[in-house]
């Protein structure tokens, strides 16, 4: 438990410790991260992805101590009619949905809706007879066990939960293949009793694996409140930070400006997917309104929500969580004990918090995703990608609609343009050494 004490109190401290630009000739300060230099290493970055054909077009905008430090946009939303990668251009930012509703789910825990570790079952009784998975008997039928612990919703915030997300294991994915929760014709209601009907992977808590966990906040959400949760995530986060552009479903009048999908072939070549399946989720309204992703957004209206987690919960005298609450979401929530994490560590030192990653270390190599201890992150399935940097008072936003998901090409990159070249951190036993001083390019 000592590393989650650890970064619980760094976390602390960092939130204790902590417009548009008007224009391009506004000199930096002396400790700013975005200096002309860094605006060059970005532009030449996003520029030279678009040269060499690896995207049809990217975008990115970083704010720093409440300014608009950097924006630029590359390429086309639309290679093939010639549209313009632009501000306005809406994107699928996919699990960059999770955090949104993870902020919905804590507007109710600061009523004292409920609390992390209350079980699900004391609002959801569809979740009251779980069984665990232990593998498959001579003839193909599954082998159970009785739960050790009941699900929390601390488990749901954190991805512990157990609830089966691969098509690989025996038996148990043929079930959740069958049963289908995340079908677009369920509801939110249909979804949660069909989980709750399935055996779990694991038992809760033992193991961080990423899955629907976020899908049953919103089924949360909705059964906790007593409102659709479409309308309550509208009604608590994203009318009040003034985000009209992030929906799930894209009207005819705004569709010129819905950025295409493209693949990446083996050939190194782009492929334009069709309407009829990247957009099937926002061309039309669907019974399921999924908490674990489907949202649009663009980039101010998504940098509007960073910028209110980097205020601790308020953006422009709106406040949407208080700043305890920011801090509990970005602290991490992973006991040393959970040791199967899945692919969590290829995102660099990092834990988990309440629907984001917690960097609890500085990277250790210049081969690891750059960042500084405090940050939260998350990012998105077409290869979006934001993150919340304390320390600084920053945040960035990368938008880009490129499959397959494709972090180092992208993500390290953007993130090494932000910060400057690795840089060893110091030894916090040598003298001047500080907390702040665990990052890199600072």
């Given at each position: ?37 860094t605006t060059a290493r970005i532009d030449s970055l996003l520029q030279d992805m678009v040269a060499r054909g690896q995207v049809a077009g990217i975008s990115a905008l970083v704010y720093e101590k409440g300014q608009e430090a950097y924006f ?155 409102q659709p949760y479409g309308e309550y995530v509208r009604e608590k986060v994203l009318d009040p930070l003034g985000m009209e552009e992030t929906r799930y479903y894209v009207p005819e009048e705004d569709r010129g400006r819905f950025s295409a ?182």
């Amino acid at each position: 438990m000592k590393k989650y004490l650890f970064t619980t109190v760094c976390t602390a401290l960092l939130f204790a410790c902590k417009g548009p630009a008007e224009n391009a000739s506004n000199s930096p300060s002396a400790d700013a991260v975005v200096t002309p230099g860094t605006t060059a290493r970005i532009d030449s970055l996003l520029q030279d992805m678009v040269a060499r054909g690896q995207v049809a077009g990217i975008s990115a905008l970083v704010y720093e101590k409440g300014q608009e430090a950097y924006f630029g946009a590359y390429g086309y939303a639309d290679r093939e009619d010639s549209i313009p990668m632009a501000r306005n251009t809406i994107v699928q930012i996919y699990s960059m949905t999770k955090p949104i509703t993870g902020t919905a789910l804590m507007t109710l825990y600061e009523t004292g809706a409920f609390q992390l570790d209350d079980p699900l079952t004391k609002y959801a009784p569809e979740f009251g007879d779980m069984q665990v998975y232990t593998g498959v008997d001579g003839k193909g039928r599954m082998l159970l066990e009785p739960v050790d612990r009941p699900i929390t919703i601390r488990d749901i915030t954190r991805h512990t939960t157990g609830f089966p997300n691969r098509p690989d294991i025996p038996g148990l994915s043929e079930a959740l293949a069958a049963s289908d929760p995340l079908n677009r014709e369920n509801t939110l209601q249909e979804l949660g009793a069909k989980f709750g009907a399935l055996p779990l992977w694991f038992q809760p808590g033992s193991q961080w694996e990423y899955g629907p966990s976020v899908d049953v906040q919103a089924f949360m959400v909705e059964r906790i409140s007593g409102q659709p949760y479409g309308e309550y995530v509208r009604e608590k986060v994203l009318d009040p930070l003034g985000m009209e552009e992030t929906r799930y479903y894209v009207p005819e009048e705004d569709r010129g400006r819905f950025s295409a999908m493209y693949r990446l072939e083996e050939d190194a070549t782009l492929t334009q997917l069709p309407d009829s399946t990247a957009k099937i989720e926002q061309l039309q309204r669907w019974p399921l309104t999924r908490g674990g992703w489907g949202l649009t957004s663009t980039l101010d209206d998504y940098m509007r929500f960073t910028r209110m987690l980097l205020g601790r919960g308020t953006l422009d005298s709106t406040t949407i969580l208080r700043p305890e609450t920011v801090q509990l979401m970005a602290t991490n929530h992973l006991p040393d004990s959970v040791e199967e994490r899945s692919w969590l560590p290829s995102k660099g030192s990092v834990g988990f918090g309440i629907d984001f990653a917690v960097r609890v270390a500085p990277p250790a190599n210049a081969e690891e995703n750059n960042g500084v201890v405090g940050e939260f992150f998350w990012d998105g399935a077409a290869s979006t990608l934001f993150w919340i940097d304390p320390v600084n008072e920053l945040s960035a936003v990368l938008f880009v609609q490129l499959f397959p998901y494709d972090p180092v090409r992208l993500h390290k990159k953007f993130r090494d343009a932000v910060y400057g070249p690795y840089k060893p951190a110091p030894d916090p036993d040598s003298p001047g050494s500080t907390a702040a001083e665990t990052g890199q390019g600072l």
